[in-house]
């Protein structure tokens, strides 16, 4: 049987010392000022470094529509 190794409190700190949490960045969107995390689109405008990459609205109403698929099926 294999006799575990101990960790002395150094060991233990110098492992714990990497398990810290760090604050999101969050940037402000040129258009329109509204806050989202850095390197992402913003989920409110579907822009990401100026372009449209996400149709908001298509989702909005694919929603919607879902929704009331639901309602109708109950």
Known sequence: M??????????????????KLFNPAVTLDKNTNIPHLRHRASLVTGQYKGRQVIDVQAKIAKRAKKSKEQANAR
Request: glycine letters at 0%.
């Open 2 to 19: 294999v006799v575990r190794m101990r960790h002395t409190k150094s060991q233990r700190n110098r492992t714990r010392s990497h398990d």
